[in-house]
């Protein structure tokens, strides 16, 4: 079997559903091919954009600050590429910040129309709690997830919710880490209780995860239960805000939130989670969605294996499935499978490849990786404010997006790249993940456009 694109992307994570919606938005017959979820859906679901700089250990000012900086003193980071002028040989930070401020504000105006709208903009940080009690710096945020009333209100009474059979959360240690981080800062709240409350989703109440519990709260009688069971917690405690795992329904969690709060007569905030992340579920089949609404094809299923390149262009990709194998040919191509998680760069023990295009993969300082075992590229140290030199690793781009050879040669002239199959950014360090994958994602489809348009 046969297909034809005008864009095929490969990969639907959050890059490759930005790229192809972007494409289908222009009118022109765009293909997503995955072989299945990725790094994108076990995300916290919060869009970090840049939260420190590489190795730094406090955080930015903010955002915007931090995409400044970025571009003075990073030029193979994936942001400065998108600024980078070739005739001056430099990267211009309004530049940079122009692509990414234009990337988020279509991200922010695409989920407004969603069941889950976000929070922020580039000039603040934000700083919503995590299930341990603790806080990271992220840029925008499910609108379920805003803590900013916790700091607005000093005479708050924070009650911390866990649910009895779900192990990923202690409503107690966070409660008590929440409680310490604040004392030593001087602010609020007042005071701080927890409770453990009992849902037994579906007739199960041990070893619980949180998409069951989500799925349960998707369900009328399962909201239901969860205000009966909080109703009391809160009388006894005051409480002003309720704070929660990630579980209030994978499709409409902010009429949950609005339901819950009517109802109860306290705020609810749900915390940033672990995979398998509900809020980073709902990210994906949100971005699933709004692909569909903008006529792009979703080719679930299919791993591409191997490539055609004539003439210094990709011609076509093959892609497997369990029961059939077909060509699909476009003309112009979006690589954006991801990196050790997603699967377009794997570690063997002769080394680090890139899996669809035998590409070369380089460090964030366009080192070459050849033949180095992925061992050698970690620290020994597992938590570190510099990160792993491993997870800047990746396909080489130059300022077009488009990957490069070992010798510094585009590869094609028709295949972009976008996402963290993309060198040069630490994301887990940095806490530029589903910002760089947004922000590559959107430029990577309009330069698809373009290279279809020529
Ligand atoms: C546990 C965890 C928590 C995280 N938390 C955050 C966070 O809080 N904030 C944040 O900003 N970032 C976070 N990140 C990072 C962020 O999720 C990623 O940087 C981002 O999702 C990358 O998006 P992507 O589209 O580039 O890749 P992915 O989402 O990994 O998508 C890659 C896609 O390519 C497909 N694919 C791969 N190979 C092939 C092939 N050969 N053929 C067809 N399809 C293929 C995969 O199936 C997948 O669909 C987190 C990551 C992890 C793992």
């Known amino acids: 079997m046969n297909l034809d694109a005008d864009v095929l992307v490969i990969g639907s994570g959050m890059a490759g559903l930005v790229a192809g919606t972007v494409s289908a938005s222009a009118g022109l017959k765009t293909i997503v091919v995955t072989r299945g979820q990725g790094a994108t859906a076990d995300s916290s679901g919060a869009l970090d954009i840049l939260g420190y700089l590489p190795e730094a250990g406090s955080a930015v000012g903010s955002p915007l600050e931090g995409l400044y900086a970025i571009s003075a003193l990073h030029p193979l980071h994936p942001y400065s590429l998108l600024g980078f002028e070739a005739e001056e040989g430099s990267v211009n930070g309004d530049r940079v910040v122009e692509q990414v401020r234009a990337a988020t504000e279509w991200f922010l105006e695409q989920m407004r129309a969603s069941s889950i709208p976000y929070i922020g903009t580039l000039d603040e940080l934000l700083w919503p709690l995590t299930m341990l009690g603790t806080t990271k710096p992220t840029a925008l945020l499910q609108k379920t997830m805003d803590p900013r009333s916790l700091d607005e209100e000093s005479d708050s009474t924070v009650l911390f919710a866990g649910v009895r059979g779900f192990p ?119 971005l699933e969605d709004i692909l569909r609404m903008s006529g792009g094809t979703l080719l679930r299923g299919h791993e591409v294996a191997s490539a055609r390149i004539s003439d210094g262009r990709v011609l076509r990709v093959t892609a497997n499935a369990p029961a059939r194998s077909i060509e699909i040919e476009a003309s112009a191509f979006v690589l954006t499978t991801g990196k050790f998680i997603g699967g377009g760069i794997s570690g063997i023990t002769d080394g680090l490849h890139e899996t669809v295009f035998g590409l070369p993969v380089f460090d964030s300082h366009r080192e070459s990786t050849e033949g180095l075992r992925p061992q050698r590229l970690t620290d020994l140290v597992s938590i570190t404010s510099s990160g792993h030199r491993l997870f800047g690793c990746g396909v080489g781009c130059d300022e077009t997006l488009r990957p490069i050879t070992s010798d510094g040669d585009r590869y094609a002239s028709n295949l972009f790249c976008a996402g963290a199959v993309m060198a040069g950014h630490n994301w887990p360090q940095e806490k530029s993940g589903l910002g760089v994958a947004l922000s590559t994602g959107y430029v990577a489809g309009q330069a698809a456009i373009g290279k279809v348009r020529s």
Not at 198 to 209: E, I, K, R, W
Not at 239 to 257: C, D, N, S
């Open 168 to 286: 990923d959360f202690h409503s107690s240690l966070a409660a008590k880490a929440f409680l310490e981080a604040r004392q030593s800062e001087g602010t609020g709240p007042r005071r701080v209780s927890n409770c453990t409350i009992d849902l037994v989703p579906f007739g199960v109440s041990h070893n619980l995860s949180a998409i069951e519990i989500a799925r349960h709260l998707d369900r009328p009688e399962g909201v239901d239960a969860l205000v009966q069971q909080l109703r009391s917690s809160i009388e006894m405690s005051g409480a002003t805000h309720v704070v929660i795992p990630p579980i209030l329904g994978l499709r409409e969690p902010v009429a949950r939130k609005d339901f819950l709060e009517e109802q109860l007569g306290a705020t609810i905030i749900e915390l940033l989670g672990f995979p398998p992340s509900v809020p980073g579920v709902r990210l994906q089949l949100a």
